[in-house]
């Protein structure tokens, strides 16, 4: 019989976090923790009703199903992962949660979505407002602007408002607003919100931050006078640590992938990324199949780690030394088979590396619409016959290795966004002849991570499927953003984020980069040039 303080502990528990459990399944769990001496019972029953949180009930009242799954999830073996607790999992970017804020609950919300990519026009028109949604309520939690009615007024704090209050208040000198950044009408800026749009004077505007783009979401300061609103500074929303973010959503899992929680919080898989701390992918753009130096480079380059593999091998698009077509469709299949030939030689690598495939804006596989789907099996079919082990992903794709999380995205996003910013990075220099300027690759990494989106700009510029802009979201803040650009290679950080770029593998003298995901280090490797 189980003891009857434990019963009223698990009850009390359930009640706290809004279940019911009757006093027949109180007692079943009450005799579990009984068995288990070794157990904390406050730290157990904790597991337990997180566990049947994410089971996603349909009304609070738990059953013994919930009951009976949860209790099969906490009581295993320490030393074993969950079924869907995977080391390494490709994720569909199709299938990721959106995220979303809920107005009327005041706080943030994940919605699931479908695969239709022709959706109705409405969607058009929510794109940016969802994007404006999310930067707004985040900006309003930062220090900068969260006020509250006990602080003292002699605080710093600036008051971020709608645009509608330029119209409706007298107040208009030193006003704080934020919106979406566009030409309403040609050479004609615009800041517009949900209350409406009001025109910019940027004549004499500083640009505190560096590759702002028609179509970001900006904060703008300034007064306003006739109509226009005269901006004195111009920035992107205040970044938040991800840490930050990751308490608006618990242990849900925003990340993507099988598993019902953030594999972020997972002891289990933190304690074997600690084990394995050699572990290591590589990423590698632009691997020409068609051409056979290429293909020779590659050889070399899994030569050098043929008696160490890697964990996986990520290549990036293109896959063709030309325009892909239907002509040299033929090229390409060959081609595939042949690096599956190649890949072979390698026993080890064929046996424990993935290879996971992201197609290019210019390969066979569908319209040059964001997010891109998987190359076409038809193609591969020959590489999958050499190599199982391998994953076609979509464009961009999300890697999830043990506890770290990594968006890998192939597109030439630097040159879009230098050729539509309002503010370039412009070069000055120290006494001593260094630069003191931010170059651009920090530029960049600083736009997508403070706009919490890889394509901040207009569709226009690139083309989004609009029912799926969320799939590009970078919220909450992963830990490596790869950007496989035919800019030269690079890696920065910024908030707790790595942004790399691995180059051309063919036009940056046969670049790639290694990334050790248990300290979260990049490698810039090379070919060394002798080597044919």
């Known amino acids: 019989m189980a003891d009857e303080n434990l ?9 706290i976090y809004g279940l019911t459990i009757t006093r027949k399944l109180s007692a079943i769990v009450a005799k579990h923790l009984q068995s288990r001496s070794e157990l904390d019972p406050k730290d157990w029953l904790t597991k337990i009703v997180e566990q049947i949180l994410t089971q996603k009930l349909s009304t609070p009242r738990v059953d013994i199903e919930h009951l009976r799954l949860a209790l099969a999830e906490c009581l295993k073996p320490q030393s074993t992962l969950k079924e869907t607790e995977t080391t390494l999992n490709v994720i569909d970017v199709f299938t990721v949660p959106k995220v979303g804020y809920d107005i009327d609950k005041k706080k943030y919300i994940l919605q699931n979505n479908d695969y239709d990519l022709f959706s109705d026009a409405s969607y058009k028109s929510l794109v940016f407002k969802d994007r404006l949604d999310l930067l707004w309520y985040r900006t309003q939690k930062h220090s900068l602007f969260s006020t509250t009615k006990f602080e003292r007024s002699e605080e710093k704090k600036s008051e971020l408002v709608p645009l509608d209050y330029l119209l409706s208040e007298s107040k208009t000198r030193n006003v704080c607003v934020m919106g979406l950044l566009a030409q309403l009408t040609e050479g004609q800026y615009y800041l517009e919100d949900y209350g409406g749009s009001v025109k910019l004077n940027l004549k004499d505007t500083k640009f505190d931050s560096h590759l702002i783009m028609e179509g970001s979401i900006v904060i703008a300061r300034g007064k306003y006078v006739d109509g226009f609103l005269h901006v004195e500074n111009m920035d992107f929303p205040p970044a938040e640590p991800s840490e930050n973010s990751r308490t608006n959503f618990n242990t849900a899992n925003t990340f993507g992938g099988p598993h019902p929680t953030s594999l972020k919080f997972s002891e289990k898989l933190s304690a074997y990324e600690k084990a394995n701390k050699n572990d290591y992918l590589i990423f590698v753009s632009e691997v020409w199949v068609d051409s056979e130096i290429v ?6 380059l899994l030569s050098g780690y ?17 325009l892909s077509n239907v002509n040299n469709l033929i090229k390409l299949k060959e081609g595939f088979k042949k690096l599956g030939a190649i890949v072979t030689e390698f026993p080890l690598i064929q046996q424990y590396t993935m290879f996971i495939f992201v197609p290019g804006p210019y390969d066979l596989c569908a319209p040059k619409i964001l997010p891109r789907p998987p190359l076409p099996k038809y193609l591969m079919e020959d590489f999958l016959k050499f190599v199982p082990n391998t994953k076609l992903a979509t464009n961009p794709c ?7 999380e990594i968006v890998v995205f192939r597109e030439n996003m630097i040159s879009k966004l230098c050729r539509n910013t309002l503010s370039y990075p412009k070069p000055t220099f120290d006494e001593n002849g260094y630069s003191i300027t931010e170059s651009v690759h920090k530029a960049f990494a600083k736009s997508i991570i403070r706009q919490s989106h890889l394509t901040p700009l207009l569709f226009s510029v690139i083309p989004v499927y609009w029912k799926h802009d969320h799939a590009l979201q970078l919220y909450p803040t992963p830990d490596l953003v790869v950007v496989a650009d035919d800019f030269k290679p690079y890696e920065t950080t910024y908030y707790e ?20 995901p248990s300290e979260n280090g990049v490698d810039e490797c090379i070919l060394p040039e002798d080597i044919i």
């Open 7 to 15: 019963v009223k502990m698990v009850h009390k528990t359930f009640d």
């Open 295 to 300: 293909l020779n480079k590659f050889k070399i």
């Open 306 to 322: 043929s008696e160490n593999p890697p964990i996986a091998i990520v290549l990036c698009g293109h896959f063709s030394s030309s």
């Open 398 to 404: 999300r890697i999830q290795y043990c506890t770290k």
């Open 497 to 516: 984020c790595k942004v790399i770029n691995c180059g051309s593998f063919v036009k940056s003298n046969f670049t790639f980069m290694t990334y050790y």
